[in-house]
């Protein structure tokens, strides 16, 4: 005796809804997430150029000063004089002492630019600076 299935092997369907959904919120959750500061990347600063070092695992949070080849100093896209840089970089320690403070001078720029910013980190209260340069790798 036949006995009949009403289940044809045909029609089961597998129900992909939800997980497209969870693609999507996956998706629009790292693109949310990731960050780029796109106004350092845009700020043009040759870096000099130094032997050995190591990079680190992740950056710090850090204040990245720029100072260009004129001589000007940029946190951001702003550009400020010594007495703004100042009152920034006291501003953003005070509200987060062991906050890095990061210059990255351009090597055509004059070592007083580079050594005013130094002291004006150094007035505002900074204790941990970075100076930023390019390693060169070396032949062993």
């Keep these: 005796m036949h006995i009949a299935d009403d289940r044809d092997d045909d029609s089961i369907q597998i129900n992909v809804m939800p997980l497209i959904d ?6 629009i959750f790292f693109v ?3 960050t780029f500061n796109k106004n350092e990347q845009r ?14 695992s992740a ?7 720029n100072i260009l080849p004129d001589g000007t100093v940029n946190i951001g896209s702003n550009h400020y004089n010594a007495d703004e840089l100042a009152a920034y970089i006291r501003a953003t320690l005070a509200a987060e002492p ?3 403070v990061f ?10 630019s ?3 910013v130094v002291r004006l980190c150094r007035d505002a209260g900074a204790s941990n600076l970075k100076i930023g340069y390019i390693v060169q790798e070396t032949a062993r």
Excluded: M, N, Y
């Design 98 to 100: 062991t906050r890095e």
């Design 59 to 65: 950056p710090p949070k850090q204040l990245v000063i």
């Design 114 to 116: 580079f050594a005013a």
């Design 32 to 34: 949310v997430s990731t």
């Design 22 to 27: 969870l693609v999507i919120v996956l998706l």
């Design 103 to 112: 210059i990255r001078a351009d090597q055509e720029s004059r070592h007083k």
């Design 43 to 56: 700020i043009k600063v040759a870096l000099p150029v130094a032997s050995g070092g190591t990079a680190l």
